[in-house]
């Protein structure tokens, strides 16, 4: 009964203040930590095991940093190496020495000031990518930046949960302690390498084949869990390995289905979280050092902000994105709670210095989403921004196709059905699009596609095909997943911008697909031949056999998609292949010679 009580209140706390916070603009954080405040000890004290809800909770950030590492191919992540180390390392470096700078007021030792100004330095994981996500600033100029940094601060943290108890006077180890933990590390993480490179995907495709949808969730669960606790076991972050998780299985057919099975758990979780850290906030420090508490908070969120406004200026962003990358890092992260309290456990600070900071990262998390809408707000009145407006109720009438991107491919979609009075409804992102559409006399909905509940809405249900035409790779691969996932029965016509774009649809079992170039150059390809001097018929026939030969080689590529090497391999065998057959089919055609000019 205890647990049940104690779920209820942290609900309707959670649905009261969230539901205000996120009306006054806001968003849900502010809301989640205030219900925590309101609930927790300092407040109505209706929780009483707020630290072990804490503790659970961070399962939240756990589950985030994994459907982030989903999204970090490996490759792409090494492609990023020097963005993420060199916008990283500068804000970390520069960040640490300021402000070890100023708690060297505070505190006696320079080895204390150091790991007061590191701890400080790194931002709010969970803070920053919430308030992004919510407002789909994630993939913008400066969200990309934001992450770099973040991913950065993480990698970081690693050497840092290490080193402290080293350099702690109380529990120096010995050399050969410190040795056997860092092999004890680096064996573990070559293994867990191993195990996700070689064992992972068998291991999920033989929980996919089973069918069952609840057994390839808890495997999903299973496997992020895992690789956390793995990873907290030898000392690092359980969200940086959940993060590992994450980037290994990127590049499998798995992806989009882990993804789309974990995004529940981890939004109710990370709310818990953010519940979480504000009923653990010690507000009588309010009343003791309420100065100090509010002036360290104020130089984290000041200097901080000044420093990454710098940084992002100095990569080429303009104001108002730097301005918003500094806003939304600004604050302290989840990660002080950790280094300040093993600080004090060791000896390199006391445990009234350590609360002390603990609640001033709290206060300047609190901060941020304020500062957030007063910036957004005073943009606003300055420049004219983008405004996104809400989506369209559709009315749709059952429609038999349901056409997802309404961009040049597929409005020559819709042409061509309309022709024959066929009904569609199509859905497009783009705001200015839509209104551009609409004033041709165009049926069009505002919507996100990649969206179950408006794909509901839109009489996905009981359409008879769903045209993918959608031209960003990523988000026509999720959608592929989810409606293949929810949608048995419709059949997915799919249009593919590269090789591996069809492949990946191919795998994900969607049942035609159109590269966006490959027929146009084709039939140019033709008409090249037939200026060359070769007849209609060979002309015709070379393009039918070079098509025909493509989707065999493709089909056939697929089982090499994770590999690289074997891929590229494949492909050079493809084109020897295909000059020998045109070779023995010379004989076809004896009477035909191409005429160079």
Same mark, same amino acid.
């Given at each position: 009964?205890?647990?049940?009580?104690?779920?209820?209140?942290?609900?309707?706390?959670?649905?009261?203040?969230?539901? #205000?916070?996120?009306?006054?603009?806001? &968003?849900? +954080? %502010?809301?989640?930590? *205030?219900? =925590? @405040?309101?609930?927790? /000890?300092?407040?109505?004290?209706?929780?009483?095991?707020?630290?072990? #809800?804490?503790?659970?909770?961070?399962? &939240?950030? +756990? %589950?985030?940093?994994? *459907?982030? =590492? @989903?999204?970090?191919? /490996?490759?792409?992540?090494?492609?990023?190496r020097k963005s993420i180390f060199g916008l990283g390392a500068t804000q970390v470096t520069i960040t640490t020495l300021l402000l070890a700078a100023l708690a060297a007021v505070l505190v006696d030792s320079w080895v204390t000031a150091v790991v007061v100004g590191f701890g400080l330095s790194l931002s709010s994981t969970a803070f920053a990518l919430q308030l992004m996500m919510e407002r789909r600033k994630l993939a913008s100029p400066y969200g990309r930046s934001a992450l770099r940094i973040l991913l950065f601060q993480d990698l970081a943290a690693i050497p840092a949960l290490v080193i402290i108890p080293i350099i702690a006077v109380t529990e120096l180890g010995s050399s050969a302690d410190i040795l056997k933990d860092i092999f004890s590390t680096v064996a573990t993480l070559a293994a867990f390498w191993l195990f996700a490179r070689f064992l992972l995907r068998p291991m999920l495709r033989f929980v996919a084949a089973a069918r069952i949808h609840e057994i390839f969730i808890s495997a999903a669960l299973l496997?992020?869990?895992?690789?956390?606790?793995?990873?907290?076991?030898?000392?690092?972050?359980?969200?940086?390995?959940?993060?590992?998780?994450?980037?290994?299985?990127?590049?499998?057919?798995?992806?989009?289905?882990?993804?789309?099975?974990?995004?529940?758990?981890?939004?109710?979780?990370?709310?818990?979280?953010?519940?979480?850290v504000g009923m653990t906030a010690n507000l009588g420090l309010l009343t003791v050092e309420p100065v100090a508490l509010v002036l360290i908070a104020l130089a984290i969120v000041l200097c901080k902000g000044a420093?990454?406004?710098?940084?992002?200026?100095?990569?080429?962003?303009?104001?108002?994105?730097?301005?918003?990358?500094?806003?939304?890092?600004?604050?302290?992260?989840?990660?002080?709670?950790?280094?300040f309290t093993l600080s004090a456990r060791h000896g390199l600070m006391s445990v009234e210095l350590s609360e002390l900071l603990i609640m001033a990262i709290t206060l300047s998390m609190m901060m941020t989403p304020v500062l957030l809408y007063l910036v957004e707000r005073l943009m606003k009145k300055s420049t004219v921004t983008e405004q996104l407006p809400n989506y369209d109720v559709i009315d749709a009438q059952e429609p038999k196709v349901i056409i997802a991107g309404f961009g040049r491919?597929?409005?020559?979609?819709?042409?061509?059905?309309?022709?024959?009075?066929?009904?569609?409804?199509?859905?497009?992102?783009?705001?200015?699009?839509?209104?551009?559409?609409?004033?041709?006399?165009?049926?069009?909905?505002?919507?996100?596609?990649?969206?179950?509940?408006?794909?509901?809405?839109?009489?996905?249900?009981?359409a008879e095909i769903l045209v993918l035409a959608i031209g960003d790779i990523e988000t026509s691969l999720k959608i592929a997943?989810?409606?293949?996932?929810?949608?048995?029965?419709?059949?997915?016509?799919?249009?593919?911008?590269?090789?591996?774009?069809?492949?990946?649809?191919?795998?994900?079992?969607?049942?035609?697909?159109?590269?966006?170039?490959l027929l146009s150059s084709m039939h140019l390809a033709e008409q090249v031949l037939r200026s060359m001097g070769l007849s209609v018929e060979k002309a015709a026939y070379v393009k039918e056999r070079f098509y025909r030969h493509d989707a065999e080689t493709l089909d056939k590529q697929i089982a090499y998609l994770a590999d690289q090497e074997r891929l590229m391999q494949s492909q050079r065998e493809a084109l020897m292949e295909l000059e020998t057959l045109f070779a023995e089919d010379e004989m076809n055609f004896p009477e035909e010679e191409i005429h160079s000019k």
């Amino acid at each position: 009964m205890d647990m049940l009580h104690s779920a209820t209140i942290l609900m309707g706390a959670a649905v009261i203040a969230v539901s #205000i916070s996120q009306s006054l603009g806001f &968003g849900s +954080v %502010l809301g989640y930590i *205030i219900a =925590g @405040l309101l609930i927790g /000890p300092w407040g109505l004290n209706l929780i009483s095991n707020s630290e072990d #809800i804490l503790h659970f909770s961070e399962i &939240g950030v +756990v %589950l985030l940093l994994f *459907i982030i =590492g @989903l999204g970090m191919k /490996p490759a792409r992540l090494w492609a990023l190496r020097k963005s993420i180390f060199g916008l990283g390392a500068t804000q970390v470096t520069i960040t640490t020495l300021l402000l070890a700078a100023l708690a060297a007021v505070l505190v006696d030792s320079w080895v204390t000031a150091v790991v007061v100004g590191f701890g400080l330095s790194l931002s709010s994981t969970a803070f920053a990518l919430q308030l992004m996500m919510e407002r789909r600033k994630l993939a913008s100029p400066y969200g990309r930046s934001a992450l770099r940094i973040l991913l950065f601060q993480d990698l970081a943290a690693i050497p840092a949960l290490v080193i402290i108890p080293i350099i702690a006077v109380t529990e120096l180890g010995s050399s050969a302690d410190i040795l056997k933990d860092i092999f004890s590390t680096v064996a573990t993480l070559a293994a867990f390498w191993l195990f996700a490179r070689f064992l992972l995907r068998p291991m999920l495709r033989f929980v996919a084949a089973a069918r069952i949808h609840e057994i390839f969730i808890s495997a999903a669960l299973l496997l992020v869990l895992g690789s956390a606790l793995l990873m907290q076991a030898i000392g690092v972050s359980m969200a940086l390995g959940a993060f590992l998780a994450g980037v290994l299985v990127a590049d499998s057919e798995y992806r989009y289905q882990l993804e789309s099975d974990i995004e529940p758990f981890k939004g109710l979780l990370l709310g818990l979280f953010f519940m979480a850290v504000g009923m653990t906030a010690n507000l009588g420090l309010l009343t003791v050092e309420p100065v100090a508490l509010v002036l360290i908070a104020l130089a984290i969120v000041l200097c901080k902000g000044a420093l990454l406004f710098s940084i992002a200026r100095l990569v080429k962003l303009n104001n108002a994105q730097a301005l918003l990358l500094a806003v939304y890092l600004c604050q302290g992260g989840e990660f002080g709670f950790i280094l300040f309290t093993l600080s004090a456990r060791h000896g390199l600070m006391s445990v009234e210095l350590s609360e002390l900071l603990i609640m001033a990262i709290t206060l300047s998390m609190m901060m941020t989403p304020v500062l957030l809408y007063l910036v957004e707000r005073l943009m606003k009145k300055s420049t004219v921004t983008e405004q996104l407006p809400n989506y369209d109720v559709i009315d749709a009438q059952e429609p038999k196709v349901i056409i997802a991107g309404f961009g040049r491919f597929g409005q020559i979609v819709s042409r061509l059905i309309r022709t024959q009075k066929i009904r569609f409804t199509a859905i497009e992102i783009d705001p200015g699009r839509v209104d551009f559409i609409r004033q041709l006399g165009s049926k069009i909905y505002y919507g996100d596609a990649s969206q179950k509940q408006l794909l509901d809405t839109a009489g996905t249900s009981k359409a008879e095909i769903l045209v993918l035409a959608i031209g960003d790779i990523e988000t026509s691969l999720k959608i592929a997943a989810m409606v293949k996932r929810h949608y048995p029965d419709i059949r997915l016509f799919a249009r593919a911008r590269t090789r591996r774009h069809e492949m990946r649809l191919r795998e994900l079992g969607a049942d035609v697909i159109i590269r966006d170039t490959l027929l146009s150059s084709m039939h140019l390809a033709e008409q090249v031949l037939r200026s060359m001097g070769l007849s209609v018929e060979k002309a015709a026939y070379v393009k039918e056999r070079f098509y025909r030969h493509d989707a065999e080689t493709l089909d056939k590529q697929i089982a090499y998609l994770a590999d690289q090497e074997r891929l590229m391999q494949s492909q050079r065998e493809a084109l020897m292949e295909l000059e020998t057959l045109f070779a023995e089919d010379e004989m076809n055609f004896p009477e035909e010679e191409i005429h160079s000019k």
